[in-house]
């Protein structure tokens, strides 16, 4: 008798072993296919940068909104929930942008989830990158001829670019999803007029597009010239198309773009905080050096690196750009180079507008690393059309010239290095941009205790927009992170009483010479291992009564450890930070402490007091 899950009575193999047995002997045969194991290879490294990009947000990322997005979405988040929401809310400017859509979609995802979590998001622009990727590899399907193993090496490429490491602070920052959205509703629309579907539904997919690019963020209106419907010209056998319906889809199209856009500028007022446009001749040098220097920052630090890198890239898109004309003249296939040219233009007019909108900032404005999203796509579009080219050059069994083997070389070369550099340098911004956004968390959170914190400033915006809207919200609890609850407040609004030092020790507190007030000791939760969350000092007044003005973690700030504590001093469950004490009043205080347990909700007196004086002629 013969058992299907083993051996049988005589000791034989079973059914399921022969199975697995069978399996495996196919699996290695598969594998033993070097076709197979580049496939492999390609698949790897293709998703390698999207699954380090993740792991990057992942590992950095902090519940608190940030700089505009107490605007935008926070403003309309409020007035949804408390009321009354007017359409002149989601129409209104943000900047130069009237950012509808991605208002509407805000509200939607705040309205089903019952909370404001910024790091939802998040993850909406990172599924909104891997969209564009997605795209980017279907535009390979459709403009080279590699085959599956090349197909995936190439997109590890445009990937390697796409999720290159100045984007990861991005991904850090919600509101950075609407400056990649017309550029990926750009790839789709592209998509389309590649695909051989009817020329009313090119028209009705790429209008579409259009509409949301344009009233997602301002360069979005770029798409209703970039992405216009296009009907190629027919292949032997095709019947030509009728001039009449083509022309009546293409007026269509032209009117709802023209009331999309007027629409647009219907009572538009320029921003108020922002240089007036420089649209002169004059200026024609300092703009041309401020777009090198926009498209260059996506990798470099510097402003003179930042010049030589745009000027490489470029000079490349408009080499490959012609040489892919020129070949495309030859054989009249436009479809294989119109993707990655039209890329190219959308970054190239991304960035002129950018210029002539803040050069008024200053040269060094060109390379702040919001603009990512946009100048990543200058990239694409040169690694784009080196890919077609090369793949042009596989078909007809031509090999590239010594020189192309050498430029092409050396651009691989300089791409490796820069690459390298940025992701060494963006460890460091990712780890200051976690410090600075949990410094940011902790003062939202002690806002009903320490309303005038000065640590509110890392926010970006003015502290008393983050106070008006942080308590609106948290009064429907939608705000993340949440306040402390009241009981805390109360506790931590009392003088400690007489502690012995089980709960640690106020150490010493004076002005350090930057300005800020030093502060020392030790802190731990009574009865459990390790520091507590944080630490909240105020100054004693009247009635024993304590008035709360700073919280801060208890940790060894790098710069105090190094000056002032050898290696082997520093106590495990001691603090050594400094911390902007602006809003203590001057004359003699008293400072006392409390740790603070946020899971229970609880605090700890530590023991000890400092007298300091803050005085008029101190830096406050």
Request: glycine share 8%; aromatic share 12%; hydrophobic share 45%.
């Amino acid at each position: 008798m013969t058992s299907h899950g083993g051996a049988d009575c005589y000791g034989r193999p079973g059914k399921l072993e022969t199975d697995m047995a069978n399996d495996f002997a196919a699996s290695l045969a598969w594998l033993s296919r070097a076709r197979n194991r580049r496939v492999i290879v390609g698949i790897t490294l293709g998703t390698l940068p999207i699954i380090v990009a993740f792991v990057m947000m992942r590992r950095h990322w902090t519940s608190v909104p940030y700089g505009d997005e107490w605007w935008t979405p926070g403003t309309q988040i409020v007035a949804f929930f408390q009321g009354p929401l007017s359409i002149s809310d989601l129409w209104s400017q943000h900047n130069e942008s009237r950012k509808l859509f991605p208002r509407l979609y805000y509200l939607t995802l705040t309205w089903l989830s019952g909370r404001w979590e910024v790091k939802d998001a998040m993850l909406s622009m990172f599924a909104l990158a891997c969209a564009a990727s997605f795209a980017l590899y279907h535009l390979l399907r459709r403009t080279t001829s590699f085959a599956l193993e090349g197909r995936l090496l190439a997109w590890a490429l445009l990937n390697s670019l796409l999720f290159c490491p100045d984007q990861y602070v991005n991904f850090l920052w919600g509101i950075q999803l609407e400056p990649l959205i017309p550029g990926t509703l750009l790839l789709f629309a592209m998509l389309a007029n590649l695909s051989s579907i009817q020329f009313r539904f090119k028209v009705i997919i790429t209008a579409a597009l259009a509409l949301i690019a344009t009233y997602s963020f301002a360069n979005g209106m770029s798409l209703w010239l970039l992405a216009i419907p296009i009907q190629w010209p027919p292949q032997t056998g095709e019947a030509r198309p009728r001039f009449k319906a083509a022309a009546r889809w293409y007026a269509a199209y032209g009117l709802t773009a023209a009331l999309s856009v007027g629409l647009y500028f219907f009572r538009y007022s320029r921003p108020r905080q922002h240089p007036g446009f420089v649209i002169s001749y004059h200026e024609a040098g300092s703009l041309g050096a401020f777009v090198l220097r926009w498209i260059g920052g996506l990798f470099a630090e510097r402003s003179a690196d930042a010049f030589l890198l745009g000027l490489l890239v470029v000079t490349a898109f408009l080499g490959l750009g012609w040489l892919a004309l020129k070949s495309s003249w030859r054989d009249r296939d436009w479809k294989t180079i119109y993707p990655w040219l039209v890329l190219g233009a959308y970054g190239l007019i991304s960035g002129a507008v950018t210029a002539a909108g803040r050069l008024g900032f200053g040269p060094n404005a060109a390379i702040a690393p919001r603009y990512s999203p946009i100048t990543v796509v200058c990239y694409i579009a040169v690694a784009g059309l080196a890919l077609s080219i090369y793949s042009k050059l596989s078909t007809q069994k031509k090999t590239l010239s010594r020189a192309a083997i050498f430029y092409t070389g050396a651009a691989a070369g300089i791409l490796a290095i820069t690459w390298l550099n940025a992701f060494n340098r963006q460890l460091i911004v990712l780890k200051e941009t976690r410090e600075e956004r949990k410094r940011l968390a902790l003062a939202i959170q002690w806002i009903p205790a320490i309303p005038d914190n000065p640590e509110l400033k890392l926010g970006k915006v003015p502290p008393a927009t983050i106070v008006d809207k942080a308590r609106s919200l948290s009064q429907r609890d939608l705000l993340r992170p949440q306040f402390v609850s009241e009981p805390l407040i109360n506790q931590v609004r009392r003088e400690p009483p007489s502690a012995d030092s089980s709960s640690g020790v106020l150490q010493t507190a004076f002005f350090n010479d930057c300005g800020k007030l030093f502060v020392t000791g030790t802190a731990r939760v009574p009865n459990q291992r390790g520091k507590p969350d944080c630490v909240v000092v105020g100054y004693v007044t009247g009635d024993h009564q304590l008035t709360p003005f700073a919280v801060f973690r208890p940790k060894f700030e790098q710069r105090e450890r190094k000056e002032r504590f050898r290696a082997d001093a520093a106590p495990p469950d001691g603090f050594a930070v400094s911390i902007d004490a602006s809003n203590l009043p001057k004359g003699a205080l008293v400072l006392r402490a409390w740790n603070i347990d946020m899971a229970e909700q609880n605090a700890f007196a530590l023991a000890g007091s400092v007298n300091v004086q803050n005085g008029s002629d101190g830096p406050f």
